[in-house]
Each structure stands twice: as structure tokens, then as C-alpha cells.
């Protein structure tokens, strides 16, 4: 028979779900939104404290291995650089076995006795701001105005033959006469007479300014001549930084592009240097 000719049973509804009532109603949603935007500052105040180091951790490292900016002193690369002018330097290049080449720009190492302390000094900062400039300056993020390097263009490499004059007034390398118009206005190539044969591993520099600069002309009569040791350049020097109105590219002059590598024949002079006040 089975089930046939039961009554059905009628299925009881279910009851409906109770809405979801926060206590308190709106004001407790309130407080709730407000506690995690606190958590949210609070954990984005504690990531910064660790930006903050990786960003100079990284300027360091551009600093020590890339690019270092540098404060112009004096006036011996004038008209090219000028006196408070922020040149960037280029350190990277080095590494990778690049030589220093003839027409370059580049910041030295003082090798002894260049420096004179004839740079004008600035105004001592105040206490506070004394300490942030040197904590800017450590990281490479503001060029430091005492740093005891010195910039000049490079003139001759190892091997050559550096002499002052030809028939013109000229400076010759190798023999061959360098057409310099980026030196400062008024100046002549040199009133200093010399002939030098530069040792391997060193350079001949002088600066644009050639009437205020002393540069391998006033060395004559030390040792190697005046020359500077390759290992003691930091950097070529290829961007006047600031102000912006200076901005420009320093660039290697066509004339040095005319120089033969092997040097001439002929005998070196006695080197011959003017007395005088020496300047950077």
C-alpha cells in the first residue's frame, strides 16, 4: 500500500536569519573605521624609518662608486668653471679600466703643496645647521666645500711631449699646436716657457685660467715635473650642476683629437717657471 491515500504533511517554514545588528549602531562603525586608519599610520610610520636609511644607503653607494658633486673654490678653471660652481663627477667610469684622456676635466687629489689654503672660506653655519650640511655632505647629497682635491684640464698623458711655445705662442703636444679656446679671455696659452716629457702613469694639467692657476707650470722643479699621479684623479668632471644657469656638458675639445700618441723627436728643455704668489 505504501504511502497512498496518507494526508501529506505540510513543511514548516524556516525561519528567517536575524539581521546582523552592531552594538551601538552607527558610532561604534565610526570608532571601528577610526581604529584601523591608526593601524594603517601606524605601520606606515614604521616603514619609513627604513626608507629613509635604504635611500641614503644608496646615496652612499652613488657617491663612493658613481657620481660625487664638487664645490668650486677658486678661479683657475675660469671662464669654463667659476668660482661657487657644483661640478658632477663621474666615478664609475674608472672601474671599467677607462683612461684618463688628454682634453679631460678632471678632480685630483692634492699631491702635496698644490693647495695653499688661497680659497676664500665661508661664513661658519650655525650650530644645527653645521651638523645636517656635514650629514648631507657624507652622503653625496651636497658637495662639500672643504675638500682638499683640486680640478684642471689634462693637457698631456704618459708619453707625451708637453712644451711651451711654438712660433705662435702656442702650447704644442707632440708637436702639434692646440687651438684652446676655452682658455679665459685676455690670458696667453702660457707666459711660463717649458718642455716636458711626461712619465707613463702620470699627466701634465693646467687650468684654463692660465694667469691664475697653478697648476704643472709652477712644479717644474719637483719631482716628475709637475706632473700629477693617474691614481690620485677621483673623477672626470662632466657636468656643471649648479646654478642652473651654468648648466653645460663638459666636453672633450676637438683639438686634442689632432694629437698624435707617439711623440716627436727632439730633446727636452730645462723646465723654466716664474716666481710669483702661486694660486689654484
Known sequence: MGSRGRPRREREPEPEPEPLVVEGGRAERRRL???????????????????????????????TFLVQAFFIP??????????????LVDKLTPWF????????????????????????RQAPDPIGVKQVKQTLTFIGLLPS?????LIKRVIGVGGDTVKCCDGRGRVTVNGAALDEPYVNPGNSPSDIRFEVK????????MGDHRANS??????LD?????????????????VIAWPFGHW?????????????????????????????????
Open 214 to 219: 697653478a697648476d704643472s707650470r709652477w712644479h
Open 145 to 149: 666645500a672643504d675638500e682638499q682635491d
Open 33 to 63: 573605521a577610526r581604529r584601523v586608519r591608526r593601524r594603517r599610520r601606524t605601520r606606515r610610520a614604521g616603514e619609513l624609518p627604513l626608507l629613509v636609511v635604504v635611500a641614503l644607503c644608496i646615496a652612499l653607494v652613488l657617491k
Open 97 to 120: 679600466g677607462s683612461k684618463v684622456e688628454r682634453g679631460d676635466v678632471v678632480v685630483f687629489q692634492d699631491p702635496g703643496g698644490w693647495l695653499k689654503g688661497e680659497a676664500a
Open 248 to 280: 653645460r656638458r663638459l666636453e672633450t675639445p676637438a683639438t686634442f683629437r689632432m694629437v698624435p700618441d707617439q711623440a716627436r723627436s727632439g730633446r727636452r728643455g730645462p723646465g723654466r717657471r716664474r716666481r710669483g704668489a702661486p694660486f689654484a
Open 74 to 87: 677658486s678661479g683657475s678653471m675660469e671662464q669654463t668653471i667659476r668660482i661657487g660652481d657644483r661640478v
Open 222 to 238: 719637483e719631482a716628475f715635473e709637475g706632473t700629477i699621479d693617474e691614481q690620485g684623479v677621483v673623477g672626470e668632471a662632466v
Open 198 to 205: 711626461v712619465p707613463e702613469g702620470r699627466l701634465f694639467v
